[in-house]
């Protein structure tokens, strides 16, 4: 599998971006897309997942209600739709796979990762 984020960009506090996460290759049947992010000085960080299989979702404490996972399976891309966007959520944000039927947002559960997108929030 091959994933390539993009969309990071600069914005301000209280703005909105969306990433896209570009699949490519063949994961079979059951699989799950997550976003993780690191900021600096800090560990990975599980935002958000999907699971392939029922469309179920997952989100970390700090983006509920905030943050949307969505796929446009056509286009093989996982989306990330920010909104409300605080200075803290400045890091950058790698899409991730795994083959499997569940949809953790532990990152060592994840074999394939992309090469990231930088997120920056600032005024």
């Known amino acids: 599998l091959r994933l390539v984020e993009s969309g990071g960009d600069w914005v301000q506090p209280g703005g909105s971006l969306t990433l896209s996460c570009a699949v490519s290759g063949y994961p079979g049947d059951y699989y799950a897309i997550a976003w993780f992010r690191q900021a600096p000085g800090k560990e990975r960080e599980g935002v958000s997942c999907?699971?392939?299989?029922?469309?179920?979702?997952d989100y970390g404490d700090s983006v509920k209600g905030r943050f949307t996972i969505s796929r446009d399976n056509a286009k093989n891309t996982v989306y990330l739709q920010m909104n409300s966007l605080k200075p803290e959520d400045t890091a950058v944000y790698y899409c991730?796979?795994?083959?499997?039927?569940?949809?953790?947002?532990?990152?060592?559960?994840?074999?394939?990762w992309g090469q990231g997108t930088q997120v920056t929030v600032s005024s």
């Open positions: 991730a796979a795994l083959l499997g039927y569940y949809c953790p947002l532990d990152r060592g559960e994840y074999d394939y």
């Open positions: 999907m699971q392939s299989s029922d469309g179920s979702t």
